[in-house]
T-cell receptor
Framework: DSGVTQTPKHLITATGQRVTLRCSPR?????VYWYQQSLDQGLQFLIQ???????AKGNILERFSAQQFPDLHSELNLSSLELGDSALYFC????????????????FGNGTRLTVT | GNSVTQMEGPVTLSEEAFLTINCTYT??????LFWYVQYPGEGLQLLLK?????DKGSNKGFEATYRKETTSFHLEKGSVQVSDSAVYFC????????????FGSGTQLTVLP
């Protein structure tokens, strides 16, 4: 168990809708990262927050947004959903602001599987 | 930009067979290199890492050596078990200001008893 909790595990929704994915980081971790895993694109970094502030941005669409709250949990909002947004969305956390370093490794949640019909 | 190329899967082996999963990378500077493993229904877990050239990362019988001259970080295990069945991801962390992990496409390994 990585200590990172993601809810819900599965989400099925229709095109054009909006959903919110939730992540609670491991206790003591200040950074939260969001990744999208799809069959055609592989594992893509979306965005990182550190202690409530946006730290880095990857291949995140304008229809997507995220935030990290004072209790350090994070939410990823996906709107105007398209069929191509169907994917596994992973949250990861780490202690510090850096990514995957020896002193601040990434811990991944089990993901939220989003299906857009 | 940075990129990681892994051998295409799926890979199917018999128990106790030797495993190699190839990984090559393109990066500026001196990246750190990682192997992550994803068991069915779970998130990725760090398997091993190497932070500089000629370093060998090892864990649970798996090994990988950071080869700067060939820009490679191949994963090996001498004798695989059924419980090693998973998807394996090679990744790099660049040394520049971006400092985000770049993942390969993943290689599905199935070990048959």
């Amino acid at each position: 168990d990585s200590g990172v909790t993601q809810t819900p595990k599965h989400l099925i929704t229709a095109t054009g809708q909006r959903v919110t994915l939730r992540c609670s980081p491991r206790s003591g971790d200040l950074s939260v990262y969001w990744y999208q895993q799809s069959l055609d694109q592989g594992l893509q970094f979306l965005i990182q927050y550190y202690n409530g502030e946006e730290r880095a941005k990857g291949n995140i669409l304008e229809r997507f947004s995220a935030q990290q709250f004072p209790d350090l949990h994070s939410e990823l909002n996906l709107s105007s959903l398209e069929l191509g947004d169907s994917a596994l969305y992973f949250c990861a956390s780490s202690v510090g602001p850096g990514t995957g370093t020896a002193s601040s490794p990434l811990h991944f949640g089990n993901g939220t599987r989003l299906t857009v019909t | 930009g940075n990129s990681v190329t892994q051998m295409e899967g799926p890979v199917t082996l018999s128990e106790e067979a030797f495993l190699t999963i190839n990984c090559t990378y393109t990066a500026t500077g001196y990246p750190s290199l990682f192997w992550y493993v994803q068991y069915p229904g779970e998130g990725l877990q760090l398997l091993l890492k190497a932070t500089k050239a000629d370093d060998k990362g090892s864990n649970k019988g798996f090994e990988a050596t950071y080869r700067k001259e060939t820009t490679s970080f191949h994963l090996e295990k001498g004798s695989v078990q059924v419980s090693d069945s998973a998807v394996y991801f090679c990744a790099l962390l660049d040394s520049g200001s971006a400092r985000q992990l770049t993942f390969g496409s993943g290689t599905q390994l199935t070990v048959l008893p």
